[in-house]
Structure formats: structure tokens, C-alpha cells
């Protein structure tokens, strides 16, 4: 009997993948609440922009590591393609309208 997928815990043996999903459960967790407080801040603030840029980014993201995992790739070299294009992506959002105002007020 092999016991390489068992943690054992004290005196109880646990599967390891009953582990792991419970800390990745845990994290989900920590990252909505951390996330619900930035939003909550956000829409105080009236941040549409980043909000539209957190929201894309999470779509992206999500989309990218789906579709690396249907075709059975290495999922870093979508996700560094992925992670380049958001940040042209968010660098445009701060810039673009920086320079529509420097344009507005040389008139």
C-alpha cells in the first residue's frame, strides 16, 4: 500500500488533496474580502476607470489560464502574454487621459 498522497496529520491520515483544497479554499477566502475592500473604495471614490481595469484584467486573466489549460500548454507563456497586454492596457489608462488634459489646457 503506497501512502505517498496521504499527510499525515497527528494520528489521522489525510489525503493531500484534501489539504490543498482547503488552503486554496482559505485563499479565495483572504482575496474576496480583500478584493470587496478595494471595490467598496473604489466606487467611494468614483473610480471607473479601475474598476473597469480590475474587472478586464480578471476577466483576462481567467480566460487565459482556461484556455492554456483546454490546450494543454505551459500556462506561463500565456500568462506572460496576458500580463503584457494589461499592463500596456493599464499604463494607456493612466496616460491617455493625462495627455487629453495637457492637449485641453494648451489650447
Do not use: D
Amino acid at each position: 500500500m503506497s501512502l505517498s498522497g496521504i499527510v499525515s496529520i497527528g494520528n489521522i491520515g489525510i489525503n493531500a488533496v484534501y489539504v490543498y483544497l482547503g488552503m486554496m479554499l482559505l485563499c479565495t477566502a483572504a482575496v474576496y474580502y480583500i478584493v470587496k475592500k478595494i471595490y467598496k473604495w473604489a466606487i467611494k471614490k468614483q473610480m471607473l476607470r479601475f474598476l473597469s481595469y480590475i474587472g478586464a484584467s480578471t476577466i483576462i486573466i481567467s480566460l487565459t489560464v482556461i484556455l492554456a489549460v483546454l490546450q494543454e500548454r505551459n500556462a506561463w507563456q500565456f500568462l506572460k502574454a496576458a500580463m503584457q497586454s494589461l499592463a500596456f492596457l493599464g499604463i494607456s489608462l493612466a496616460v491617455l487621459p493625462l495627455l487629453h488634459q495637457f492637449l485641453l489646457k494648451r489650447k
